[in-house]
């Protein structure tokens, strides 16, 4: 299975940086995020990776995005030597060279462990950044994004591999294998060629977390691995199923896709669940109903925290996010929460699937995500951080490997390698 450890702040509960030993004051400190990076790697897990976010949010209610991560990236390439390297980039908010440029150099300053991640973005807030009111409507976004990949993409192949000559008595590069693209399209103008030369892994991989209906189609045409939000094997299963339907008419090969974990790993099952319960303790309720309004667009502040909650617009209803809408409406469904129930089953995570319990039993449920067709692998979203990636490279890799389910070493040295997935031609 692949695994890609997601960096967050102190960890992806909300209450993570409130524990006395958290990481809280590091948060600009790069050498947190090498040490991150070190530790997936002696995981050997193929990738770390980066969100990313363009407005501040709820600055009170914890850290959530302080480095830039391509900038961060950089650093953490030198301070290791196999793990992947995967950063999201918008492309409402960015454009296709520089996307590409910054891209094409990293992946020439790790040797090939760049990946970038595809999204176009969510919020108004961030919109204002930008010079917007608001974020445009979600056909334009999905129609930019796909002539942004296509772009990128063309840039990227705007270098020949045997481009460079470097002979001292003639050409650095032959003019003849470095040409424009010429891209005149609805909302990019481009005239090429790449300022830089053909990368290590010829495109860095592109992963893309398609929810929507318009971000499936996206994805089954140009994504190489996708991120997905999964509460439940049958949600993970179907998603599943409607991506690889979706890349084969594409007429393309099957690709990894890997929803997101949350894990508590202790010895016994009670001890576990005390460190998710001790977590959720530290969570002001505040925090908490802040967050699942942005989730769910609407007011939640004033609702009854121990009665169940009100009917929420079906999903095809509503104007946000969908991806993780879908999975609240899903949790709901399911085990008719209280909003006081609702908001601890969202303090890590966001919805993704929660696993708690003993090395083995993590194991065996990974296990039966992957067998069973939901997953071929995860994202894995430690709570806190580094204490529960540790944990889990400490206690549930080693069983990971002993099943044949996992790499005991790198076999390659690029992202690519790691993911099996073949270098593109120019």
């Keep these: 299975m692949h695994l890609n450890l997601f960096i967050m702040g102190c960890g992806h509960h909300k209450a993570a940086w409130r524990e006395p030993n958290s990481a809280a004051e590091r948060m600009g400190d790069i050498g947190y995020y090498e040490s991150l990076a070190r530790t997936a790697e002696r995981g050997k897990l193929d990738a770390v990776f980066f969100a990313d976010g363009h407005a501040a949010g709820n600055v009170a209610g914890g850290p959530q995005w302080f480095l830039e991560p391509l900038t961060a990236l950089s650093a953490m390439a030198r301070a290791t030597e196999h793990i992947g390297l995967i950063s999201t980039i918008s492309s409402t908010f960015f454009t296709p060279f520089h996307a590409a440029r910054m891209l094409a150099s990293l992946d020439h300053i790790s040797n090939g462990r760049m990946g970038w991640n595809l999204v176009t973005s969510m919020f108004d807030s961030e919109a204002r950044n930008h010079g917007w009111e608001a974020m445009p409507p979600q056909e334009v976004r999905y129609a930019r994004a796909e002539e942004f990949a296509q772009t990128v993409l063309a840039l990227w192949d705007s270098w020949a591999d045997d481009a460079l000559r470097c002979d001292r008595q003639g050409q650095f590069a032959d003019p003849s294998k470095v040409r424009p693209i010429d891209h005149y399209g609805a909302h990019f103008l481009v005239d090429g060629p790449?300022?830089?030369?053909?990368?290590?892994?010829?495109?860095?991989?592109?992963?893309?977390?398609?929810?929507?209906?318009?971000?499936?189609?996206?994805?089954?045409?140009?994504?190489?691995?996708?991120?997905?939000?999964?509460?439940?094997?049958?949600?993970?299963?179907?998603?599943?199923?409607?991506?690889?339907?979706?890349?084969?008419?594409?007429?393309?090969?099957?690709?990894?896709?890997?929803?997101?974990?949350?894990?508590?790993?202790?010895?016994?099952?009670?001890?576990?669940?005390?460190?998710?319960?001790?977590?959720?303790?530290?969570?002001?309720?505040?925090?908490?109903?802040?967050?699942?309004?942005?989730?769910?667009?609407?007011?939640?502040?004033?609702?009854?925290?121990?009665?169940?909650?009100?009917?929420?617009?079906?999903?095809?209803?509503?104007?946000?996010?969908?991806?993780?809408?879908?999975?609240?409406?899903?949790?709901?469904?399911?085990?008719?929460?209280?909003?006081?129930?609702?908001?601890?089953?969202?303090?890590?995570?966001?919805?993704?699937?929660?696993?708690?319990?003993?090395?083995?039993?993590?194991?065996?449920?990974?296990?039966?995500?992957?067998?069973?067709?939901?997953?071929?692998?995860?994202?894995?979203?430690?709570?806190?951080?580094?204490?529960?990636?540790?944990?889990?490279?400490?206690?549930?890799?080693?069983?990971?490997?002993?099943?044949?389910?996992?790499?005991?070493e790198y076999t390659g040295s690029t992202l690519r390698d790691h993911l099996g997935l073949a270098r593109p031609a120019a």
């Excluded at 929810?211 to 179907?238: C, F, K, M, T």
């Excluded at 998710?276 to 505040?286: F, H, I, V």
Aim: charged share 20%.
């Design 194 to 408: 790449l300022t830089v030369p053909r990368s290590p892994q010829g495109h860095p991989v592109l992963f893309q977390a398609g929810a929507s209906e318009p971000g499936r189609n996206l994805a089954a045409r140009y994504a190489e691995a996708i991120y997905a939000v999964a509460y439940d094997l049958p949600s993970a299963q179907a998603y599943y199923q409607d991506i690889q339907a979706r890349v084969r008419a594409a007429g393309r090969a099957p690709v990894a896709i890997m929803p997101g974990l949350v894990t508590y790993v202790a010895s016994t099952e009670d001890a576990a669940k005390a460190k998710q319960r001790e977590l959720d303790e530290r969570l002001p309720t505040e925090d908490s109903l802040h967050q699942l309004s942005q989730f769910i667009g609407q007011d939640c502040r004033h609702w009854e925290l121990d009665a169940p909650l009100p009917e929420l617009p079906p999903l095809e209803a509503f104007a946000g996010p969908k991806g993780r809408y879908a999975t609240i409406l899903r949790i709901i469904e399911s085990e008719t929460p209280t909003l006081r129930q609702l908001l601890g089953r969202l303090a890590a995570g966001g919805g993704h699937c929660t696993m708690v319990g003993t090395p083995e039993q993590i194991a065996d449920e990974m296990q039966r995500w992957v067998e069973g067709g939901g997953a071929d692998g995860f994202n894995l979203m430690p709570p806190t951080l580094p204490g529960s990636i540790e944990d889990f490279i400490e206690q549930v890799v080693p069983l990971l490997q002993a099943r044949g389910l996992f790499r005991r």
